[in-house]
């Protein structure tokens, strides 16, 4: 019982400096663009661009105005779109249709630079990516209720402020609970990580969820990836990736299959958190992930076996 209790004490002590360091890159980014989008709306060019992009984004039910979210989370880490989604009054339905749009095309330049080491090719992923983005909100936009929703992120938007020190005021609001939650998901979520690694459960939960994996089209010796890319991400998993390909654990075939369901659906743990602790309902932004990143990966290995058929006639 002590030697638990000192290594759970050990991973509080190594994940709270490091959480730190996160939470302040985080509000780094976070801050100056929640403000920004602030004096934007408050200045009326928010507006304007937002009308210049209304007939595109109309096609999946979303406002002008939610192209600058999908834009910043292309090149930013997912938390920076999560700053603009609560600085607009959107409406549930909405918010979460754009929040799936997010969830997979955030940070694409890294995270397919990931992919790219492990068995894909970098605008092979980026196009799917962004393909998916668009077919999964299409999708959405017609499969969602169009009723019975609520609102999430501010109520009031900058624009009817009466003056610059009620929009400053109506940001400082805002970014006040938008840090507290940073704060609390972060530091959760990163002694999180540091016992699963003490304890060696992620090998264990890899078997259990090695049957699920035929369901996603996937060979079962990718399980334990397909854990690491859920539960820590991309990002801080790529490095457990590369490894694993580079030391012949899983081949550029099978991590190619890997990389087509963790493009569309990763970190699951920490992405859903996040947007259910600004009020997107959770199984609106699980359930659609999952079901088109299986359709992602048997469609490829359809593709696949075309084209070897197509190659063997070939040759005979």
Known sequence: MNTTTAKVRKCIKQALPKSVKTCLWLLKIILPISLAVRLLQY???LGEFSAWLEPVFSLVGLPGETAIVFLTSVFCPLYAPIAL??????????ATILALMC???HNLIVESSVQAKTGSHFWEITLLLLLMSFVIAFSLNRIMP???WGTVGVTVSAATGSNLWDVLALWFMS??????????????LMILHYLLEEFRLMRGLSTVFAPLMNV???PR???????????????YGGAIMVEQ???????YKNGNLLNYHLAVNHSMLEDTIIFVAIGIPALWILIPRLVFAAAAVWLRRLFNSMYISRKIKTSS
């Open 85 to 94: 989604i609560s600085s607009m009054a959107l409406g549930v339905r909405e």
């Open 43 to 45: 200045s009326g060019l």
């Open 175 to 188: 970014s006040m609970k938008v840090i507290l939650t940073i704060v609390l998901i972060v530091t959760s």
């Open 103 to 105: 969830l997979v095309s």
């Open 146 to 148: 169009q009723t019975g």
């Open 245 to 251: 390909v580079e030391q012949k654990k899983l081949s």
């Open 216 to 218: 996603f089209g996937l």
């Open 221 to 235: 010796d990718t399980a334990f990836l397909w854990l690491v890319g859920n539960v820590v991400g991309l990002a």
